[in-house]
C-alpha cells in the first residue's frame, strides 16, 4: 500500500468514527506507541478539519501492561504515556498501526483502565492481518490484509521513517 | 541500547550511555506517580529485599514505593530486628536471603564494598543504596535527573558540591557521574573534611565556600554528620555553619538561576539556612525526592528480567 492508499484509509476511518458516534462529542484519540501516535496524529488533524475543533490526543505507552515482560531478558525501550485529559465517561478510539495477535490492544485496554472508566473503548487499525490470539476486534480497519505467520507486515509512515508504505516481508 | 546489568553497584562503572538510558527510563515513570491509581503491572510476581544495616527514611521508603508501584512484593529488613543482632554475618544472611529467592536485594550497610561482596555470592540482582564512604549510586542518579530537568543539558555546567566531602558517599557518586556527563564539578569544605588526593577525581577544590560557589548553576550541600564532631574534625556547629553554610548573603554569588540540592536529612542552620532550602526559587529538595522513586523504579525494570 503506498501513501494514497495509506491516506484514502484514514480519510474513511476518519469519516466512520465521526459518523458511527453521531460527531466528535466527548471523542479522544488515544495513540498507541509508536506506530498508532503518528496515525491518531493524522486522525486528529482529519477529524479536526472536518468538525472545525480539536479533538484530544493521549499517547500510551504499553510496555509495562504487556504479558511478556517478566519473560523477557532484555527489557523494551519504555517511551512516555502522556494523557492530559480525564478518560471518565469518554468515548476512547485506540489507535493502532497493525492488529496482529490482539495482546497489544489486551494491554492498552488495561492500562486504559488505569486512568479512568471510559464510556466505550472502540479500535481503529489501518492493517488488520488477522491471527488473532485473544477475542478482540477492530471497530474501523484501513485495510483488512490476510498474511501467513512467516511473514511480517511492515507499515513505515514519514513521520517515522520517513516515507508512507505498507510491505509484507518474509521473516526473518 | 540494552541493558545488559545484573546488579547497580556504583556510578564509577556506569557509561555514559548507561546512565543515559536510566534518567530516560526514570523520565518515562514519574507519569505513573501522577495516576489516579499510581500503579502499574510490570512487575507482578517479583520480590524485592530491602536489606537496611543503617537508618534511612527516604530512601527505604523510595525503593519500597518504587517497587509497590511496579506490583512487585516489597519486604524491608532492619538490621535492628533482624538476626543481625543475634551475630549473624553479612554473608551468612546473604546467603540465607538467596535460598527465598527474591529477585532484586537492594542493600545499604555501613561498610564499603559490602554490595560487592553480595554481588559476587548471590545470583540475584543486587542496587547499592549507599556503601559506607564509598557509594549511592541511586542518589547520584536522581541528583542528574533533578539537574538535567531544571538545566537541560550537564556539559559545561558548574556543580558546587560543598561540605564533608571525606565521609559523603552522595559526593563520591555525584563526582563521578557528573563528570562523566560532562559537568565541572568543584569542592569546597573545612580542610578536615577533604580527602586527600581528591583532586585526582577531576574536581577542583576551594578552601572557601564563596569561590566555589560563585558563578554555579548547581549547589549541592551535605549533612554535617553531628557524630563526626566527637571526632575532632570540627571544633563546632556554630563555626562551621559560620564559614561553610549556604545563606541569602553568599548564594548572591551563584548565577541567577542556581538550583539548591541537599540529599537530606537537612540540619537547618548549620550547612544550610532554613530560608533557603524553603525557597522555592532555589531549593529542588524535595523535587529530588519526587525522581528518587522514579530512578528506583527505572532501575528494578531494566535489572528485573527472565531467565532466558
Known amino acids: ?172 | 541500547m540494552k541493558f545488559e546489568r545484573k546488579d547497580i553497584l556504583g556510578i564509577q562503572d556506569l557509561s555514559v550511555n548507561e546512565i543515559n538510558l536510566i534518567l530516560e527510563t526514570a523520565e518515562s515513570f514519574l507519569e505513573i506517580s501522577t495516576r489516579p491509581i499510581k500503579k502499574v503491572p510490570a512487575l507482578r510476581g517479583k520480590t524485592i529485599i530491602n536489606l537496611f544495616y543503617e537508618a534511612s527514611t527516604r530512601t527505604r521508603t523510595s525503593f519500597e514505593i518504587a517497587g509497590k508501584r511496579l506490583s512487585a512484593d516489597t519486604i524491608n529488613i532492619s538490621s535492628s530486628t533482624s538476626s543481625v543482632v543475634k551475630g549473624e554475618t553479612l554473608i551468612d544472611t546473604a546467603r540465607n536471603l538467596e535460598a527465598m529467592n527474591p529477585d532484586v536485594i537492594v542493600i545499604r550497610h555501613s561498610a564499603a564494598g559490602a554490595p560487592h561482596l553480595l554481588a559476587r555470592l548471590v545470583k540475584q540482582s543486587i542496587i547499592n543504596a549507599g556503601d559506607g564512604a564509598h557509594e549511592h549510586p541511586t542518589q547520584a542518579l536522581l541528583d542528574m535527573m533533578t539537574i538535567k530537568e531544571h538545566k537541560g543539558k550537564f556539559s559545561g555546567l558548574k556543580v558546587a558540591i560543598i561540605g564533608d566531602i571525606e565521609h559523603s558517599r552522595v559526593a563520591r557518586s555525584n563526582i563521578y557521574g557528573l563528570s562523566k556527563m560532562g559537568a565541572n564539578v568543584v569542592l569546597a569544605g573545612p580542610a578536615t573534611m577533604l580527602p586527600r588526593d581528591i583532586e585526582q577525581m577531576g574536581v577542583k577544590v576551594f578552601p572557601h565556600v564563596e569561590d566555589a560557589i560563585t558563578k554555579a548553576d548547581v549547589v549541592m550541600m551535605l549533612r554535617i554528620q553531628l557524630e563526626r564532631q566527637k571526632q575532632n574534625i570540627f571544633p563546632s556547629l556554630r563555626e562551621y555553619s559560620q564559614r561553610f553554610s549556604l545563606n541569602r548573603n553568599n548564594i548572591t554569588l551563584a548565577k541567577k538561576d542556581v538550583i539548591v540540592m541537599h540529599p537530606g536529612p537537612i540540619n537547618r542552620g548549620v550547612e544550610i539556612s532554613p530560608d533557603i532550602a524553603d525557597d522555592p526559587s532555589f531549593s529542588v529538595i524535595l523535587d529530588q525526592v519526587n525522581k528518587g522513586i522514579a530512578v528506583r523504579m527505572a532501575l528494578l525494570y531494566l535489572l528485573t528480567g527472565g531467565s532466558e
Open chain 1, 1 to 172: 500500500m503506498d501513501k494514497e492508499g495509506i491516506e484514502r484509509c484514514l480519510t474513511r476511518i476518519a469519516y466512520e468514527i465521526l459518523e458511527k458516534n453521531k460527531g466528535m462529542e466527548n471523542i479522544v484519540l488515544m495513540g498507541i506507541r509508536t506506530g498508532g501516535v503518528f496515525l491518531a496524529q493524522r486522525l486528529q488533524k482529519k477529524m479536526s478539519d472536518i468538525e472545525h475543533a480539536t479533538i484530544p490526543l493521549g499517547i500510551l505507552d504499553i510496555t509495562l501492561y504487556r504479558d511478556d515482560i517478566s519473560a523477557s531478558k532484555k527489557k523494551p525501550h519504555l517511551g512516555e504515556t502522556k494523557i492530559n485529559f480525564s478518560l471518565d465517561d469518554k468515548i476512547v478510539i485506540l489507535v493502532d498501526d497493525v492488529l496482529f495477535t490482539g495482546r497489544t490492544i489486551r494491554a492498552a485496554m488495561d492500562a486504559l483502565i488505569d486512568f479512568g472508566r471510559p464510556r466505550m473503548i472502540q479500535l481503529a487499525v489501518l492493517i488488520d492481518r488477522g491471527h488473532r490470539e485473544l477475542p478482540i476486534r477492530a471497530d474501523y480497519v484501513g485495510k483488512n490484509l490476510p498474511s501467513s505467520l512467516w511473514e511480517a507486515v511492515r507499515v513505515d509512515l514519514v513521520e517515522k521513517n520517513g516515507v508512507d508504505e505498507v510491505v509484507i516481508e518474509e521473516e526473518t
